[in-house]
């Protein structure tokens, strides 16, 4: 006797889903385009005109990246419209360090079981990143695969490419004297929460608590989008004097600065610079973690460095300030290896 034909969306796989997906986002890709925008969402590849964007001579830089375990929060508390905004800074803050602007952007979401509203408002957050980043959300891909997840989670991957002229590539030119400007971060970002999810539960503490440091719940507090730094950097880039950029992501401040500067040179940076902000003065103290450990876990209140020439740095200081930055002066470049700290954080 013959069996009874299966389907594939009785294997766990909704096509129609995944196409309503592609319809629903079209809107909010749409408002993304950009100068070199050359097609929309649907397509089996998405096309980009460089020339069209303004460049003669380009070249091309690539970044990925995820969201990490704060997806787990955002999963486990239903707060999905920020981790978009994550994914891409992730990836934008990086390409900005190269020197180059980021052009266009494309997404992998992979679910055991698309749910189209949550979908659509992580895609959506995606979009809201790229419009502040000045990138096209450009393409993607929906991959719903039952049993590889758990019900309810998914997972983010993104993929940025930016492009500048030739010869115009970051770092360079770095030398002994140049100032340290910290700009603020907007929280713990998106490094570091394995571990903050484990002080969480060492706190006794769940999502929808008041949170310790802030107003509102402990849960959304820790979901804060990280900041974009995109424009304001590009900004500086362009007036000149910057000489390298240094996004801090995992590793903190000890182990992403040392990776934008050449051999026999180090910085120096005084904690007392900048205050420790309530987030992360309530992990140090819940975790009980060494100065050592902050500074190479988390960002602890700095998001991103700028290097700049010693007579630029004022000026620099001002424009970043003017584009909505909180600059603090952290030290200097000098001669050695690695990242020398004095006073403490606090």
């Not at 889903?17 to 050359?38: S, W, Y």
């Not at 920020?82 to 992979?110: H, R, S, W």
């Not at 310790?212 to 900004?235: C, D, H, I, N, Q």
């Not at 903190?252 to 026999?264: A, F, I, Q, S």
Request: with cysteine.
């Amino acid at each position: 006797m013959q069996k009874d034909g299966l389907t594939y969306a009785q294997a766990g796989v909704d096509i129609d889903a995944g196409n309503a997906l592609v319809e629903r986002i079209k809107p909010a890709a749409k408002r993304t385009d950009r100068p070199g925008t050359m097609s929309g969402l649907g397509g089996f590849g998405a096309l980009f005109d460089l020339k069209a964007a303004g460049y003669s001579d380009p070249v091309l830089v690539a970044a990925t990246d995820g969201v990490g375990t704060k997806l787990r929060i955002a999963i486990d508390t239903g707060h999905l419209d920020g981790v978009g905004i994550d994914l891409v800074a992730m990836c934008v803050n990086d390409l900005v360090c190269q020197g180059a602007e980021p052009l266009f952007f494309l997404d992998y979401f992979a679910t055991g079981k698309l749910a189209l509203d949550e979908a659509a408002r992580v895609i959506e957050g995606i979009a809201a990143g790229c419009e502040a980043s000045g990138a096209a959300l450009i393409g993607g891909e929906t991959a719903e695969m039952p049993g590889m997840y758990s019900a309810g989670d998914f997972d983010l991957a993104g993929f940025a490419v930016g492009a500048m002229e030739r010869g115009t590539a970051l770092p360079d030119g770095v030398a002994e004297g140049d100032a340290l400007l910290g700009l603020a971060s907007d929280g713990v970002h998106s490094n570091g929460y394995s571990l903050v999810r484990r002080i969480v539960e060492r706190a006794g503490l769940g999502w929808d608590d008041t949170a310790p440091f802030s107003e509102g719940s402990l849960g959304a507090a820790l979901l804060a989008p990280t900041r974009l730094y995109v424009k304001p950097v590009l900004a500086a880039i362009r007036a000149g004097g910057v000489r390298a950029l240094a996004h801090i992501t995992g590793g903190g401040l000890t182990e992403n600065l040392p990776r934008v500067l050449p051999d026999g040179l180090g910085a120096e940076i005084d904690l007392g610079a900048w205050s420790l902000p309530p987030v992360f003065d309530w992990l140090k103290r819940e975790g009980g973690l060494e100065q050592g450990e902050m500074l190479k876990t988390f960002n602890s209140g700095i998001g991103m460095v700028v290097v700049v020439s010693a007579e630029r740095a004022e000026a620099i200081e001002a424009l970043l300030a003017a584009e909505g930055e909180t600059v603090h002066r952290l030290g200097r470049i000098t001669a050695g290896q690695g990242v020398a700290y004095s006073g403490t954080l606090s």
